[in-house]
């Protein structure tokens, strides 16, 4: 029997399915006589926007004890007033030692999502997963996104720089975004520190393990996702892409929309830019206590 939501656990709960009950679509038996249910999410990756949020989601979801909707749910920004048995739906069967997660960049930065959290999780703990990368690559990463879409010949600078200058358009969102700091004293005022883990976006392109051992830790899951799981594919200019030993896809690579090639910045650029988000950076490194390399 396919179940079509997502390829990462779809045959992962395919072989305990045994049942579908018509009168209630969101209820399957296992062979064992377990429930197997669409469930709230136990973890959320919450952002960062072109940080590798899709990577990290494929990759834990990897993991026999995770399942994960595939699509964006956009709930707690866009979706709140659909109510929380539409949210509830839109997530994958498990079984109830499996942990439901999902993805939607957009909650770091909107006003209401953290908040709106606390009002659907009131009595669940709820964890949450930000996974940040060098603020300038993230940018570049949303203009590429953005003129690949407009079909736009604007270059990066023509964005950053207000016109004839290289004074910063720091109305320009995709920068704004990079300041993380500011967006996370937000979630803190609803969140401790020990619901909330940092993912280096960086580290997961070169060691992917090390980020998903993390991951792996601050979810309580057993340690099942490790080096010997992931490959380094060059048609994928040189991300990784996970191996299919762990659950029976067919691509463990991301699809062409990840991995863009991203075009030459001028050096003057970069070094305005990093100035723009010192500040930032060392304030979010502080209050985190995280120590990334290129913090
Ligand atoms: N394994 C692997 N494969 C491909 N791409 C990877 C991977 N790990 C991280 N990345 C980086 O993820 C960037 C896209 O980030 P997101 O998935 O968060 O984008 S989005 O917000 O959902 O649009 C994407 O940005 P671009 O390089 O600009 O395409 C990648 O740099």
Redesign the pocket.
């Known amino acids: 029997m396919c179940i079509s939501y997502g390829d990462n656990y779809l045959f992962k709960n395919d072989n305990k399915t045994l049942q579908y009950d018509y009168n209630n679509n969101s209820i399957f038996k296992n062979n064992t006589g377990e429930i197997n249910q669409r469930r709230l999410p136990k973890a959320i990756i919450i952002g ?8 990290l989601l494929k990759f834990i979801s990897a993991h026999p004890d995770v399942v994960a909707s595939m699509n ?1 749910v956009h709930f707690f920004d866009q979706n709140y007033y659909r109510g929380l048995d539409w949210y509830r739906n839109q997530m994958p069967l498990s079984l109830s030692n499996q942990i439901t997660m999902e993805k939607t ?1 957009q909650y770091y930065i909107h006003n209401r999502s953290a908040y709106r959290m606390t009002q659907t999780f009131s009595n669940i703990k709820l964890k949450l997963i930000v ?1 940040i990368r060098d603020p300038i690559i993230r940018a ?2 949303d203009y ?2 953005l003129t690949t879409k407009r079909k736009s010949n604007l270059t990066f600078e023509d964005y950053v720089f207000i016109k004839n200058s290289t004074i910063i358009n720091d109305k320009w969102i995709p920068l704004k975004i990079g300041c993380y700091y500011h967006y996370f004293t937000k979630w803190l005022k609803y969140y401790s520190f020990n619901q909330i883990h940092f993912v280096d ?1 960086e580290n ?2 070169k060691r ?1 393990w090390e980020e998903l051992l993390y991951v792996q830790k601050f979810l309580n899951l057993t340690i099942q996702i490790q080096q010997k799981h992931f490959y380094f594919n060059h048609y ?1 200019r040189s ?3 996970i191996r299919n030993q762990l659950y029976q896809t067919k691509n463990g ?2 699809g062409s ?4 090639k ?1 075009p030459d910045i001028k050096q003057e650029t970069r070094t305005i830019l990093k100035n723009y988000y010192k500040t930032c950076n060392s304030r979010l490194k502080q209050i985190a206590q995280i120590n990334f390399s290129w913090l």
């Open positions: 960062v926007k072109k940080c590798g949020t899709r990577a964006e960049p996974i570049i990463s590429v996104q976006g997961l392109i992917p994928k991300f990784p892409c690579c991301l929309s990840k991995g863009r991203h």
